[in-house]
């Protein structure tokens, strides 16, 4: 069965600061993986997906993601964060030709001054 | 409208009460499916509707009922809930096998 882990539950990164997030996924294949944000008492909203092919994905908002099949990660970035950045941030990992969805349990992301 | 919609926003109701929330997607997909979002845990997958058959029901209570009339609605009655299913209640559609769900902004249920 799939499964996703996000070790961090909380960051706080300065504005205009680099970031990074963690996803590492458990799939016995490729997996489809995905990153989704959510604004306070809203949905989510996709930033980006890896299907197959190139491993670095560009997504909205500036971020990007890279897929390592050898780590099993699929970690969030982004060079520069913005205040309006500031929410919480989901991976979530599908199965081929399956419409299940496992996600994890999410970061929340903290902009400082 | 655009995307995937969902109504109410908020609801407060109470346990002996019978709601019904509402979903409608716009994007032509033929999947679609509930979620239900509480504090401090994953996403809980609830339903699964393909080409309006019901393929997925993770064990959920029975006081949640699902529907799924055409491929562009779909409900989730609710009754005599308990305070516990108080929480952010989602739906999302997808085309096809590729999994890319668009979520709706959610129901925010308080069960009193």
């Known amino acids: 069965a799939q499964s996703v882990t996000q070790p961090d539950i909380h960051i706080t990164v300065s504005e205009g600061a680099s970031l990074e997030l963690r996803c590492n996924y458990s799939?016995?294949?490729?997996?489809?993986l995905f990153w989704y944000v959510q604004s306070p008492g809203q949905g989510l909203q996709l930033l980006l997906k890896y299907f197959s092919g190139d491993t670095l994905v560009q997504g909205i908002k500036g971020f990007e993601a890279e897929f390592k099949r050898s780590q099993s990660s699929f970690n969030l970035r982004k060079p520069s964060v913005h205040w309006s950045d500031a929410a919480e941030y989901f991976c979530a990992v599908g199965a081929h030709g399956f419409q299940k969805l496992v996600f994890g349990t999410g970061t929340r992301l903290l902009v400082s001054p | 409208e655009t995307g995937v919609t969902q109504t109410p926003r908020h609801l407060v109701m109470g346990m002996t009460n019978k709601k019904s929330l509402k979903c409608e997607q716009h994007l032509g997909h033929n999947a679609m499916y509930w979620y239900k979002q509480s504090a401090k845990k994953p996403l809980e997958l609830m339903f699964v509707?393909?080409?309006?058959?019901?393929?997925e029901n993770n064990s959920v209570p029975s006081r949640f009922s699902p529907e799924c009339p055409n491929s562009s609605h779909l409900f989730l009655h609710l009754h005599t809930l308990q305070p516990e299913d108080s929480a952010l209640y989602l739906c999302?559609?997808?085309?096809?096998?590729?999994?890319?769900?668009?979520f709706g902004p959610g129901t925010r249920l308080t069960v009193l």
């Open positions: 509707y393909s080409l309006e058959e019901r393929v």
């Open positions: 999302a559609s997808s085309q096809g096998g590729r999994n890319e769900q668009f």
């Open positions: 799939y016995g294949a490729t997996p489809y």
